[in-house]
């Protein structure tokens, strides 16, 4: 019984780190997805890489996107929807819209609640881009990406993002991209509630 106080202390430092670990953990989430420019629904930061330690803004970058790269080399650009209920979206790119860049340019989607995980799907589709095979453009160069749950019926489906049957992230990565994403002045065209 003599030892019980150390025990009950080494106990408490445990659990309080833990906590206090979980907690950081949580903060520095919310702050990568809050932080940044808002346009058209996405969130960004052309500054997200460029992030010196010690910061708020440096640890939140090192969690969500270890090894990211400096606006020169890439920028990544986030938005939250909900999948549940048969909700459906599309992402409408104009011929002249699509992200300037010298490399490529996707779209991952990630489960909208932590740890934010790929969806698993039948498709086995993680990702939309400009590279994906099959993927299909409209005559007049616009492209049509659809957001949902379920397997659409009447598009190709080459331009389905399989969505989780809940909340969502989508991510947009532009690698290389042109001066108007390094600058700021570039946004995705939204997210937007959609029939097909």
Not at 59 to 72: L, P
Request: aromatic share 12%.
């Amino acid at each position: 019984m003599k030892n019980t106080p150390w025990l009950i202390l080494i106990a408490g430092i445990v659990v309080g780190g833990l906590v206090g670990y979980k907690a950081a953990d949580i903060g520095t989430s919310l702050y990568f997805v809050e932080s940044g420019i808002e346009k058209n629904g996405w969130r960004y930061s052309t500054e997200w890489g460029a992030a010196a330690p010690p910061s708020l803004n440096a640890a939140a970058f090192a969690k969500h996107a270890m090894f990211g790269n400096t606006a020169e080399e890439a920028v990544y650009y986030i938005t939250f929807a909900d999948g549940s209920a048969g909700n459906k979206f599309v992402i409408h790119f104009d011929a002249d819209d699509f992200p300037q860049v010298s490399a490529f340019w996707s779209i991952t989607m990630y489960h909208g609640d932590l740890p934010y995980n790929l969806v698993d799907n039948s498709a086995d589709r993680y990702v939309v881009s400009d590279r994906t095979p099959g993927i299909k453009f409209d005559n007049d160069g616009s492209l049509d990406i659809w957001v949902q749950h379920q397997e659409p019926r009447t598009v190709q489906l080459a331009n389905w993002l399989p969505a989780p049957d809940g909340p969502m992230m989508l991510a947009l990565r532009t690698y290389g991209p042109g001066e108007t994403i390094r600058e700021g002045r570039y946004a995705p065209p939204p997210l937007t509630p959609a029939n097909n």
